[in-house]
């Protein structure tokens, strides 16, 4: 006499949320002609800090006005990680700036996985210790990119357009926390193996890939990132 019981109580559909709030919808932002959709529900998680785990920085929302407003998460710096066998360790003091996903042939290839999930980061903010081995690539676009990798276990860590020293790609896999690191773009969809591309994630053809526009996007729906 349990089961219909069970089963009646089972069929009973949530009460939905408002709209707004729902976690599954995103969040568009305009971007010259284009929209960038951002997963408005960033993942809780617990910031690791030195190899310990901090506080949440999931985000909270409180009412203004009547209004119900989101707060963004908050992530504390510096962000620390490393390679597999640990004897490259880095720390990042300051914030992210955009955070892509690339299926070109060469991240592929590097990566040995289906694409890249790349951080790109201030140069001078990060910090790396430990054996590191570099080589110099061009990719099929003209331009020299210089990688580094563990000298021991030869994951790799990051990745430098010779053209722009100030900036760093830094593989998102290698953080000890990357629950953060959202992607707001997918590029080089073309040479994407057809299950890997994102459906949630605005797919941007590389000649209009602007990192200046694109940062800023992302920087408008990322965490907020501080020492404090």
Known sequence: MGLPVRRCIYAQAPHPRPPSLHPAQPMVWPLRGMQCRVRAN?????????????????PSVHSFMGTQVMEK????LPLFGGCLCGEVRYSLSGAPLLVHVCHCHDCQSISGSA???????PAAALTLTGPLETFTRTTARGREVRNAACAHCRAGLTS??????????LRAGTLDDASWAVPIVQTFVR???PWAVIPSIEQVEPK???YVNLSAAWRATAPVFSSV
């Open 42 to 58: 960033r993942q809780q998680s617990e910031v690791a800090h030195g190899g310990r785990k901090g506080e949440s920085n999931s």
């Open 191 to 193: 040479s994407a193996i």
């Open 115 to 121: 694409y890249s999930l790349t951080v790109l980061v």
């Open 73 to 76: 998460a908050k992530v504390k």
């Open 208 to 210: 209009e890939f602007n």
């Open 160 to 169: 430098n357009d010779v053209a722009r020293p100030d900036f760093t790609a």
